[in-house]
């Protein structure tokens, strides 16, 4: 993952996969509830 | 055809006819202007930056909050004197309604800005009397951009509350190019480059405003018809 | 089964996919050289942007349809495309400056991608605000139409702004990792979040669509 000589940038790669998995999932939770909720 | 211009010249005399009558709209628009343009005076460092560089900025800037704070009353005349349903159920042709409601918009919005360049041109010290011809025929393609857009968009707001917020908030996106385009020839205008320098640019806001004018005539019967 | 049921199982194979990519992306593509390991971004920023336009075309597309056939179900279609499409552009949006700090040391840049999906994000939104501004089904389904057709006709006028704009204003010379001149691994771990992120939509909007059969005022 970190190779030797490349920069230490890694921690924004972790923060944006976090965030976009969040959103990703959360939404696609957010549709199923509403699903769930529907008569 | 000619049915379709006679019909839209005869709403845009009537829209005008009423909006001149009381002249508050049209007051208040000019007054909005010159404070604009005073707001964005004191809103700057002079000894910074040079008036000339921010000037295309200021101008546009300016030109497009005047044109969606007129555009608001487009419709609100109708709706108050609840002539809007009288007009819908004659038979006119809703293409000529548009055309007419555009008319009567690019008229306002015309001499708002035909108000606000002198206006601009004397507070912040710019000359633009050489070349006068070649920026009063740019501002006048690009506000027929804005105002096509614009009319469409005051029609979709127009029984929806807050419209006065909804309609920049909707129509701002689509004011961009335009307003980019608009802003680069200026530049190029004021500081004396030839308009070859920006034929990208003209040729941009002349596609817009093909496109956008012949699909809000289009889709304008969409807004008013059930 | 019932077409809310096949849009989860799609969402979830698509999320399994999703998993499948930050795993293949994380430990099994090589770091690049230059950007380090911020790079892995592009996996997850240049989908989601392909997404969020996907979702502008097809809102523009069944607008156009319902205008066409007055079928509501093109109206409902729009609404669910238009509110994915939303989410993909927030991943997309927050993506965005993370990559551009560490890489081009700035959080923000107008570069095309950036600047068409802030677009695409307004007018995502305004289209929804005036969904839920209008009561009446059969208006709100014409004006939201409108809005839409609109909305799709614009994309290519900003694209056109954003080329000329960057023509005039040369950006900073900035790595650009466009897909032929990625090497293999890197690409083919593209194109698998390419294929991840359209199954995602697929399943989302498939959701959305399905309960989305009480709008009135969920706009």
Not at chain 2, 80 to 93: H, M, R, T, Y
Not at chain 3, 87 to 106: D, H
Not at chain 3, 109 to 125: H, K, V, Y
Request: with cysteine.
């Amino acid at each position: 993952m970190w190779a030797d000589g490349t920069p230490p940038t890694g921690g924004y790669a972790i923060a944006a996969y976090v965030i976009a998995a969040v959103i990703l999932i959360g939404y696609s939770f957010m549709l199923y509830r509403r699903g769930s909720k529907a008569p | 055809m000619s049915g379709l211009l006679r019909d839209a010249l005869v709403i845009a005399r009537k829209d005008l006819a009423l909006e001149l009558r009381t002249k508050t709209g049209l007051g208040s628009a000019l007054v909005f202007t010159a404070l604009v343009l005073t707001v964005f005076n004191f809103g700057r460092d002079p000894t910074a930056v040079a008036a000339l560089d921010l000037a295309p900025s200021i101008l546009w800037v300016t030109f497009t909050f005047a044109a969606v704070l007129s555009l608001n009353r487009a419709f609100q005349l109708e709706l108050e004197n609840q002539a809007f349903e009288g007009l819908l159920v004659s038979p006119i042709d809703r293409r000529s309604l548009y055309l007419g409601k555009l008319f009567a918009n690019l008229v306002f919005v015309g001499l708002v800005e035909a108000v606000g360049l002198p206006l601009f041109a004397l507070f912040f010290n710019i000359p633009i009397l050489h070349v006068l011809l070649p920026l009063a025929a740019l501002i006048a393609v690009a506000t027929v951009g804005f105002v096509a857009v614009g009319t469409l968009m005051s029609a979709l707001v127009i029984r929806v509350r807050f419209a006065e917020l909804m309609l920049p908030v909707l129509l701002l996106p689509f004011l961009i190019p335009p307003l980019v385009g608009a802003v680069q020839v200026t530049a190029r205008l004021l500081a004396g480059r030839p308009l070859s320098e920006v034929s990208g640019w003209l040729r941009l806001l002349l596609a817009y405003d093909v496109v956008f004018v012949s699909l809000a005539a289009l889709l304008f019967p969409a807004t008013v018809d059930e | 089964m019932t077409l809310k049921t096949r849009g989860r199982s799609i969402t979830l194979l698509g999320l399994l996919l999703l998993a499948g990519v930050y795993v293949r992306a994380i430990w099994f593509t090589p770091v690049e050289r230059t950007q380090g390991g911020a790079q892995k971004i592009f996996y997850l920023h240049a989908p989601a942007a392909w997404s969020t336009l996907l979702a502008m075309g097809l809102v523009g597309l069944a607008s156009i349809l319902y205008l066409m056939m007055k079928d509501e179900r093109f109206d409902r279609f729009a609404a669910a495309s238009a509110e994915v499409g939303t989410a993909f552009a927030c991943v997309m949006l927050t993506t965005g400056p993370l990559w551009g700090k560490p890489v081009w040391g700035t959080w923000w840049t107008w570069d095309a991608r950036l600047t068409l999906t802030l677009f695409l994000f307004f007018l995502f939104i305004g289209y929804q605000l005036l969904r839920g501004a209008i009561a009446e089904p059969g208006t709100r389904a014409r004006y939201a139409a409108v809005l839409g057709i609109f909305g799709m006709v614009l994309v290519p006028f900003i694209h056109l702004s954003v080329y000329l704009f960057r023509t005039l204003h040369p950006q900073p010379i900035v790595l650009k990792p466009s897909a032929p001149s990625l090497p293999g691994d890197m690409l083919a771990t593209l194109l698998f979040s390419f294929l991840t992120f359209t199954v995602l939509y697929i399943g989302l909007v498939t959701q959305r669509y399905a309960t989305g059969a009480g709008d009135a005022h969920v706009g």
